[in-house]
C-alpha cells in the first residue's frame, strides 16, 4: 500500500540565512531553459517563498532539434552523442543559471543549491506501452558539471528514484502546488501547461492527486513549426485561422492512452507529429488541423478534470499554455461555471512556476526530506529524491 502522507516542511538544517536556491527546467517543448532563483524564508515550509528572478534562456537551434528528436522517440546516432549531448545540457544549464545570478546581482555563494531537472529524452514508466518490465526515466544534463562550473551543489535527477520504487515520476510539482495554492475554502486544481498537461487536484478536504492529461502545447508547437517555420503558435492567432475537424478530433480522442486511470504520465514520446500524421486523411488546412489540436488539448484536459474531480470551482493555469488565450477560451468554453485563471493573480509567475517547484525539491533533497507524493505518483512511498552533487 502506497503511503499517502503529506511531505514535511523544509527545514533550516545547515541552511544560509539568505535562504536562496535555484531551479532550473527545460521542459516536454524544450523551447528554453526556464531559470528561477527563490528566496524561502528561513525555516519555514514552500508557501512562504518568493521569485527572487526568474529568465528563460533559449536553446542552440541545432541542439534544441535534436533534443526534441530525442524526446519524440528518435534514437541517438551513438553512445558518443549521447554522452555528448548529456555534457552540453548540462554545459547550457549551469550557463543558465551563473547569468540568472549575475543579473540578480548575488554572490553565488550564497546561493544554497541549484535544483536541476535535466531534458527528458526518455519516459517509460510503469504501466507504459512499451517494455513494461523495466520501467525507466531519463533526463540528461549531467548535474556533477552543474556544480562544476556553478560552484553550487547541485541536485538532479529527481524523477528516479520514484519510478524505482514503483511510480511514475511525475508529476513532481503537486506537492509544491498544494503549499502555495491550496484553500480550505473550495475546490481547486493547478494546471500546467507545458508541452504536456498535468493537474495537481486539490479539493479543499482531502487527498491531493495529480497526473498528466495529454498534449497541452506539444502537438501544436510541432505542427506551427512545420507549417509557420516558428516554435510555436503566439497566442493561438494560427488555430484561430482555422476550424475543427469533427472527424479528425474524434481519431485523435480515440487514442486508448487517454482512458488510462491515474497514476499516468506522458510525453513526446506518445504525442508527436508522427502520431498525428497517423491519423490524418489527407487533404486537411494546416490551420484546421491546428484548430482542431488546440480543440484536442481543451477537451481532453476538461474531460480529465470532470472525471476526477468534478466540484471543482477554480483552475490555476501555470506555464506556457497561459499566454495562448485561444486554448484558455476553449478550456474556459468546456467548464462552464468553473473559473479559469493564472496563478499570477496568486503571486506566482505562470512562466516560473515549475522551475521554482525545482529549487523547492533541492532544498527537500539536501534536508533529507521527501519530494513525491505516492497518491499522485503510485510509488510505494515517500521518498528523498535525486542525486546531490556537492559544490566544489
Not at 56 to 61: A, F, I, L, R
Not at 137 to 159: K, L, M, N, P, S
Not at 363 to 388: E, I, K, W, Y
Amino acid at each position: 500500500m502506497a503511503d499517502n502522507s503529506s511531505i514535511p516542511a523544509g527545514t533550516d538544517a545547515g541552511e544560509p540565512a539568505s535562504g536562496l536556491y535555484l531551479g532550473l527546467i527545460s521542459g516536454t517543448s524544450a523551447d528554453g531553459i526556464d531559470a528561477a532563483l527563490v528566496r524561502f524564508e528561513h525555516g519555514a515550509a514552500p508557501t512562504r517563498c518568493a521569485l527572487v528572478l526568474g529568465r528563460t534562456y533559449p536553446w542552440q537551434d541545432a541542439l534544441r532539434e535534436r533534443l526534441v528528436a530525442l524526446g519524440q522517440g528518435g534514437d541517438a546516432r551513438s553512445l558518443e552523442e549521447l554522452g555528448t549531448l548529456d555534457i552540453q545540457v548540462a554545459q547550457a544549464f549551469a550557463q543558465a543559471a551563473l547569468a540568472l545570478i549575475d543579473e540578480a546581482g548575488v554572490d553565488p555563494r550564497a546561493v544554497a543549491a541549484i535544483g536541476s531537472h535535466g531534458q527528458t529524452v526518455r519516459h517509460r514508466p510503469a504501466g507504459a506501452r512499451f517494455d513494461g518490465e523495466h520501467p525507466f526515466t531519463w533526463q540528461i544534463g549531467d548535474g556533477a558539471v552543474i556544480a562544476e562550473r556553478t560552484g553550487i551543489a547541485t541536485a538532479a535527477d529527481f524523477r528516479r528514484r520514484d519510478v524505482a520504487a514503483g511510480g511514475h515520476g511525475a508529476p513532481l510539482m503537486p506537492a509544491f502546488h498544494a503549499a502555495l495554492l491550496h484553500s480550505p475554502d473550495e475546490d481547486r486544481a493547478a494546471l500546467n501547461l507545458g508541452g504536456i498537461a498535468n493537474f495537481t487536484l486539490l479539493p479543499a478536504r482531502g487527498e491531493v492527486r495529480g497526473f498528466d492529461t495529454g498534449p497541452a502545447n506539444c502537438l501544436m508547437d510541432a505542427w506551427a513549426l512545420r507549417h509557420l517555420g516558428q516554435a510555436y503558435d503566439a497566442d493561438g492567432a494560427f488555430a484561430a485561422r482555422g476550424e475543427v475537424d469533427p472527424s479528425l478530433l474524434a481519431r485523435l480522442l480515440d487514442e486508448p492512452w487517454f482512458a488510462l486511470p491515474p497514476p499516468k504520465s506522458t510525453g513526446r514520446e506518445q504525442f508527436h507529429l508522427d502520431w498525428v500524421d497517423a491519423r490524418l486523411s489527407g487533404g486537411e488546412r494546416p490551420q484546421d488541423v491546428q484548430a482542431t489540436l488546440l480543440e484536442l488539448s481543451a477537451i481532453s484536459i476538461a474531460e480529465a478534470l470532470r472525471a476526477h474531480q468534478p466540484a471543482t470551482t477554480r483552475v490555476l493555469a501555470c506555464g506556457g499554455g497561459v499566454r495562448n488565450t485561444a486554448l484558455l477560451a476553449r478550456l474556459a468554453a468546456r467548464l462552464p461555471g468553473v473559473t479559469v485563471e493564472s496563478t499570477e493573480r496568486y503571486g506566482l509567475d505562470p512562466d516560473f512556476v515549475e522551475a521554482m517547484g525545482f529549487a523547492w525539491l533541492a532544498r527537500q533533497t539536501l534536508a533529507g526530506l521527501p519530494g513525491n507524493l505516492p497518491s499522485v505518483t503510485g510509488a510505494r512511498g515517500l521518498r528523498v529524491l535525486g542525486t546531490v552533487h556537492p559544490a566544489g
